[in-house]
């Protein structure tokens, strides 16, 4: 059964198709303004879009949404970004960036003139945000907010969030207002011109109905198509017209390196005159080759889809330098992904770095050497941060606890009082800088230091102290300086008036006996004068004449010595021959007299022979013996020497005169004697007992100096001991050096005092156990005992259980008690052992360190046999020498 064709009416055919028309129209108007509705707001996102990749984030980074933001130079690029903008999107009003803080709404920056009515300020709250501004910041997500009404007036805003490239947090929104009213009029505008294309549309159907229906359609494809392409036209002006506004480089490359598009802060980077210069062009050949294959590796990730911040180095076409930071993303462009890149050039920061990096290190190398530590204190809170080196002056680590009272505790206690009365009254109070130099103790050694503060206080606005900023700078070495400076000062002044003192004193010297000669030299002329009296002349001429030359020799001897050109010559000598000479040539002066002159030698004849200067041995003995005649009106004066164990010396201060024996002069005399403020002195240039006795007794003060001199030159040292009214004992020792026959003669001696004290009780401190038992043998020929122990507590106690112990050999460097502290503690309950210090360190001091302590003597590691058994002979071949009233 066959259907049949129903043919309508051309009328109602054409009413159909008018109504069909009509219905497409309406629903053709519908569709256009959701169509041009959504066009216009992706069109407004994906300019916001567009801007917000190349906005400068790290520009962005600097700042806080505060007042203070505006005095940055990141604001002002901010702010002149989003100037531009708005002067290139002329239907968008502002262009502004807000970021959200305790869940309020801030702005960083707008688009207005700072004198703009309608400038929102860094800082400012903008307490009339929509739900969208906090959707957008909340979600992460670009939105186009509905119209809403604010102060400014109805809007409508692309709102498109800026995320840390890191993190991946929202940090900020971007925000574009346009008018709602020219939204929606451009919206109706659309529609309008929507229906009037219906209308024209019906009208051209009615007049042309009987044309081609598919004219029409192709008219209208056609249409669409140039809106489509207008469209794209005017976006790409506008992306064009932000890129080459934007002060810093953008640029565009393709998936092969090409460059496609760059602006003219980046054509004026890269050396090029213009973009068809470089179009085309690969941009790895401008990266330098230290960084070309990093910048290469970091392309490739931007073209597979990686969002990516590269530093590096590029060498522009001229030749230039440039340290540039580059952030790229992927971009679809004409269809393919390319490379879109931010590149701002650092290489001003990059100088200022490696400047403060230099810097840092000079001001580190500095404080080092000048010993410049730095430190902040929390005047709040009461704690404080130092510098390494500050940690170093005040002897601390990082795990000290940095704490006010730990600060005061550092400032020695005679200090602290001073230091903290200056601290409040003219720090706080009257707010003037700290500069002071006091004494503190460190705490890792408990030693003194001088330093150096300076330090200033900073208030707040309720005018409260909040934290002290300064330096601190170890000065000890220039307080010693300027305390040998004072002294050597003062000597000097002490030395130009001894010399004045001297020179007055020498004109008197030279002028008594000139006058002795020359006066009765004249007297001799005289022809009446008897033979007697003639002779009488003669003597007092030779005698001042005399006195004369040995003023003379003092003064060429004494010139010598300061000049260095007083030379020592060895030769054998006998001593006791030196002794009985000097006390043969002063003997006739006793004559007669109320005093007497003895000598002593106690050298046998085998051991008379020793290699030293003769002459200057004279010399001193010479000057010994005047000097006792001079100060000794009636009385008894001794010259002699003993042969005894020599000192040990420190191993550095060890010279070739350094034997285990040396001989011991003495001149002692029951004379004036000396007052004890005039004993370190009596051996200077210049002096006598007191410069007011030069003019009571004749002499220019130069023997004693000379003598010692002379003694110092041997390798020996001179001393006195004197009490003011009861007379004086000179001292004074030189090497013993008489040939190795006579040096065995004198071991064997000890050997054999050593067979004959063998009934000693020994106990040997000594924590080495080699040690102790090379002593424990060397020592078995004294001892009817040895005792051992292995460290202070030990020797302590065997010291406290055996009160009769004879001999302690005590080792310094032990564990638990050092030997220092171990003698202290027996001599509190034992006064009578001979106690014997040994260490290995043997330094200048160390001596005296162990009989301050309370050690009767001091031997050097190694120990030697000759050394140890001189020691024992000191000791123990007559009775125990202690002081009874040591404590």
Known sequence: MFMRKIKLPKVALQKIVLFLILISGVIYIHYTWIKFKNSQANEALQIAKSIEAAFPKEELKMLEAKPTDIDKPQYQVIKKALKAIIHVNPKARFAYIFTKRNGKIYFFADSEPAESKDCSPPGQEYTEADEASYRAFNTGKEI????????WGTWV????????????????????????????????VEVIKSSVLIVLLLLAILFLFRIKDKNKILK???????????????????LRTIIEAEPECIKIVDAEGRLILMNPAGLSIIGADSMEQVTGQEVFKLISPEHRKAFIRMHKRVIAGESVQLEFELVGLKGGRYWL????????????????????????????????????????ETQT????????????NGTWTSSNILDVILGINTDYDKSTLNWTSIVHPEWRPKILNYFRNEVLVRKCK????????????????????????????????????????????????EEELIIAKEKAEESDRLKSAFLTNMSHEIRTPMNGILGFAELLKEPNLTGEEQQECINIIEKSGTRMLNIINDIIDISKIESGLMKVSLSETNINEQIEYIYTFFKPEFDGADKQLSFKNTLPSDRVMIKTDREKIYAILTNLVKNAIKFTPKGIIEVGCNLKPAEPKPEHI????DQSFELEFFVKDTGNGIRQEQLEIIFERFRQGSETLTKNYEGAGLGLSISKAFVEMLGGKIWVESELGKGSIFYFTIPYNGGQEVMDGIKNDYLVDAKQNQNLKILIAEDDKVSAKFLEKTLALFGKEILKARNGVEAVEACRNNPDIDLVLMDIQMPEMDGYATTRQIRQFNKSAIIIAQTAYALLGDREKAIDAGCNDYISKPVKKEQLMALLQKYFKKAKNIDPNYN
């Not at 208030?459 to 170890?474: A, L, R, S, W, Y």
């Open 325 to 364: 930071e580059t952030n790229a993303v992927p971009m679809e462009y004409h269809g393919n992904i390319v490379h879109l890149a931010h590149t701002r050039n650092i290489t001003e920061r990059k100088r200022a770095e490696e400047l403060l990096k230099n810097s840092e290190l000079f001001l580190k």
């Open 144 to 151: 186009i907010s509905p119209p809403y009404t604010d102060r």
């Open 434 to 481: 700290f500069d002071k130099e006091y004494k503190i103790i460190r705490k890792d050694d408990n030693e003194e230091r001088w330093v150096h503060g300076l330090g200033e206080v900073f208030f707040n606005e309720e005018n409260q102290p909040i934290k002290m900023i300064g330096t601190i700078q170890d000065i000890t070495e220039r307080k010693h300086i």
């Open 220 to 238: 209208h494809d056609i249409y669409i198509q140039k809106q489509a392409e207008q469209a794209l036209i005017e976006s790409e002006y506008r």
């Open 654 to 657: 060890a010279s070739v005169h």
């Open 369 to 380: 050497i000048a010993r410049l530590g730095t430190y902040v204190l929390n005047l709040e």
């Open 157 to 188: 805003s692309a709102l498109i969030p800026i995320k840390d490239e890191i993190t991946g947090k929202t940090i900020a929104v971007y925000g574009m207002d346009f008018d709602a009213k020219s939204w929606v009029n451009s919206l109706l």
